[in-house]
């Protein structure tokens, strides 16, 4: 499985990105999808995930009603949705994929910068 993520930039507090992350290699729809986000000193935390089919998403507490994970399982690719971006926000996101049952992200893309500035 390779990931390929993208979308990452400069915003303002307040501003919106979209993330996208192609995957390749193996069946998109078999696997479920994930966003982490890991800032300068701290450690890499879950962002938002999303199932096989999207029917089960799950968001960390800080960014619930602000971001939107989604997936086109026709396009291979999963999303992230960054609405009123605060400069708490900023890190390097990184799209990760499972194949269930087991629920561990066992493939990553790359990195892709994400800076909100105040």
């Known amino acids: 499985v390779q990931l390929q993520a993208s979308g990452g930039g400069l915003v303002q507090a307040g501003g919106s990105l979209r993330l996208s992350c192609a995957a390749s290699?193996?069946?998109?729809?078999?696997?479920?999808m994930g966003w982490f986000r890991q800032a300068p000193g701290k450690e890499r935390e879950v962002v938002a995930r999303?199932?096989?089919?999207?029917?089960?998403?799950y968001y960390t507490n800080s960014v619930k009603g602000r971001f939107t994970i989604s997936r086109d399982n026709a396009k291979n690719t999963v999303y992230l949705q960054m609405n009123s971006l605060k400069p708490e926000d900023t890190a390097v996101y990184y799209c990760?994929?499972?194949?269930?049952?087991?629920?561990?992200?066992?493939?990553w893309g790359q990195g892709t910068q994400v800076t909100v500035s105040s």
């Open positions: 990760a994929a499972y194949i269930p049952p087991s629920v561990e992200f066992a493939y």
């Open positions: 999303i199932s096989w089919n999207g029917g089960r998403t």
């Open positions: 290699g193996r069946t998109f729809s078999n696997y479920g």
